[in-house]
């Protein structure tokens, strides 16, 4: 159940856009796409909805075979990143389109077209046309849009792209309550690592039309299986030859166990943070990031000598 | 998350404008007067003048005519013609140019706009080479295209081909395939999503090229004068009638039927204007 796709491939012109890919994605479940622009991930989104069609392999919703079947025989709820409202009809008249096209009764059109539009907070806006929409609401009424038909997966293509950062950041934690309510298999595409940490269930990170890794978030974040997934899913910076992450560096005014000696270069406070910059003999430059309540009691200054070693137990590949 | 702040309607976009009245704008001012005060208003007003000199009654006795009438009749039915055909086929090139890739796309869009570069009149001459019962076709045709109205229609559409399209391919090329893709999506099949989504898009641009073509279609002349042998109460049209009564020495006469056109281009051009106002507040 669920979403299956088997050994996809998609080529434009000469560009390699997914190579064999294979993806299984729980029935139910929020997933994120999580990757690079130009790493594969809308290529597939749009696969899976029939919206692209791919050179090989096979794409099956809810174990039924639709590699062949067009985009309106998918039962796939779509959310485009630009909204793709429909410019000259009401908010009322969008959301109510499929099941206008499914030829549903007026009074059951009607009630559920509002039922779904409390659900996105918009039922005082029903009467309005797009245009007189904020981009946080133009997003609301596809995702009702794309509801309204039950769809079986609910795929969205970096939906909150466009939008800043604040509305952003609101509609994200929405959108994971939305599916805490609804439970409809949801796939959405994102390069934004902190968006698909905090929202999803599932993460799939896709790089130069690969996946390079699934697993949770926290799978995801602890034990990430390659230097591609640990330094796109979070901060990361060298320490005798390994990737660290810099909130996983002890320092020390005086040398300790297996900790190696560097000079603090530069200190840069950002808000609660403070950034230092350290130079051991081996790597190139070592970013340790504390609060500031750590820098002040360790009486950090930039050119004193400290010593450096990484949490024991934290996340580290050897470069 | 319910915002209940209501957000203004953004007003279109405006070419920002100088206010200011510099020697420049006054050259431009003078220049921009000048040319259609001397090249357009000038010769029109003395065309109406001219028209309505014998008095308004002698104007419309004029027109109450059987052979005027009658080539009224024809440039209906031929601009008529023409028009339905062009909105079909300017429909239909427009949505392949803006929404597919094919081999040869971009020398197709060349094409469509050769008649406007081709003078009307070699239009007619190429016409009658393909399609007189002596040209390439004329097994076929004999005489039922060439000095008849199917060849008439046919000059039409040539010189008033891309009027059409070459409304409609901007818009359809700001909308983009996000709308369409969505409505696929949501289980509209392809007729179902050209009525409830692309036609409504492109409505205004569409009725804007449409009225061009119509306000074309009417004038043409050159094109029409080779392939329709302008036989008297047979294939005259409005604009072929004149030249047919300037030769008969009825001034008048074909003063009137410039007066009628006239008036209809005027009322196109107005409703060309209203058409873009209403486009430009956006729907």
């Not at chain 1, 029935?27 to 991930?41: C, F, I, N, Q, V």
């Not at chain 1, 950041?169 to 609804?182: C, F, M, P, S």
């Not at chain 1, 979070?234 to 005086?254: A, C, K, M, Y």
């Not at chain 2, 009224?72 to 079909?88: N, Y």
Request: hydrophobic fraction near 45%; glycine fraction near 8%.
């Amino acid at each position: 159940m669920g979403i299956e796709v088997r050994g996809i491939a998609k080529r434009f012109g000469d560009f390699v856009a997914l190579d064999d890919v294979d993806l299984r994605v729980q029935s139910g479940a929020l997933t994120a796409l999580l990757g690079p622009s130009g790493g594969g991930k809308s290529t597939l989104l749009r696969i899976v909805a029939g919206l692209e069609k791919p050179d090989a392999g096979s794409v099956e919703i809810d174990g039924q075979d639709a590699t062949r079947l067009a985009p309106r025989h998918r039962d796939v709820g779509f959310v485009f990143q630009h909204y793709a409202a429909f410019t000259h009809l009401s908010v009322f008249r969008n959301v109510a389109f499929g099941l206008e096209i499914r030829k549903r009764p007026k009074d059951e059109i009607r009630r559920r077209v509002y039922e779904l539009l409390e659900l996105v907070h918009l039922e005082q806006f029903a009467d309005r046309l797009p245009a007189e929409l904020s981009g946080g609401q133009r997003q609301r009424m596809a995702l009702a849009r794309a509801l309204a038909v039950e769809p079986k997966v609910l795929l969205l293509d970096e939906p909150f792209g466009a939008l800043d950062a604040k509305v952003r950041k609101e509609l994200r934690d929405w959108l994971r309550r939305l599916h805490d309510e609804v439970h409809v298999t949801t796939v959405f595409v994102t390069h934004d690592q902190e968006e698909a940490l905090e929202v999803s269930d599932e993460i799939v990170v896709i790089n130069n039309g690969r996946i390079e890794q699934v697993g949770s978030p926290d799978d995801l974040y602890d034990k990430p299986g390659n230097q591609f997934v640990m330094s796109f899913l979070g901060p990361v910076t060298t320490l005798s030859g390994r990737l660290v992450r810099p909130h996983d560096i002890e320092v020390f005014t005086v040398p300790a166990d297996d900790a190696v000696r560097a000079q603090v270069n530069r200190l840069q406070r950002v808000g609660f943070e403070v950034r230092a910059e350290m130079v051991t003999g081996t790597d190139a430059a070592t970013t340790v990031q504390l609060t500031r309540g750590q820098s002040e009691a360790l009486n950090l200054t930039e050119g004193v000598a400290v010593w450096l070693r990484p949490v024991p137990n934290s996340t580290g590949l050897t470069v | 998350m319910a915002e209940s702040t209501i957000v203004p309607i953004a007003p279109a976009p405006v070419t920002p404008r100088r206010e200011r009245v510099t020697g420049a704008s006054i050259g431009l001012r003078t220049i921009g007067i000048g040319y259609v005060s001397l090249i357009v208003l000038a010769p029109i007003a003395v065309l109406l003048y001219r028209a309505l000199k014998p008095g308004l009654g002698s104007v419309l006795n004029s027109l109450d005519d059987v052979e005027t009438q009658h080539a009224f009749q024809v440039t209906a039915i031929v601009a008529g013609s023409a028009v339905v055909i062009d909105t079909v086929f300017g429909v239909a090139v427009a949505i392949l140019l803006v929404r597919y890739r094919f081999p040869g796309r971009r020398l197709l869009s060349a094409f469509i706009d050769l008649p406007i570069a081709v003078s009307p009149i070699v239009v007619g001459l190429a016409l009658l080479l393909v399609y007189s019962p002596t040209g390439w076709f004329g097994t076929l045709t004999q005489d039922h295209v060439i000095t008849a109205k199917p060849g008439m229609v046919l000059a039409t559409v040539f010189v008033s081909l891309p009027l059409v399209a070459r409304a409609i391919i901007p818009v359809l090329e700001q909308a983009g395939l996000d709308q369409d893709q969505a409505a696929a999506s949501l289980g509209a099949n392809a007729f179902a999503r050209f009525v409830r989504i692309t036609l409504p898009t492109i409505r205004i641009a569409l009725a804007y090229g449409v009225v061009l073509a119509l306000a074309r279609c009417i004038g043409e002349y050159g094109a029409v004068l080779v392939v329709s042998g302008n036989i008297i109460g047979q294939t005259e049209t409005g604009p072929t009638h004149i030249n047919t009564e300037l030769e008969n020495f009825n001034d008048d006469g074909a003063y009137a039927i410039a007066l009628v056109l006239m008036l209809i281009a005027f009322a196109a051009i107005l409703l060309g204007a209203y058409i873009r106002r209403r486009q430009r507040r956006g729907n």
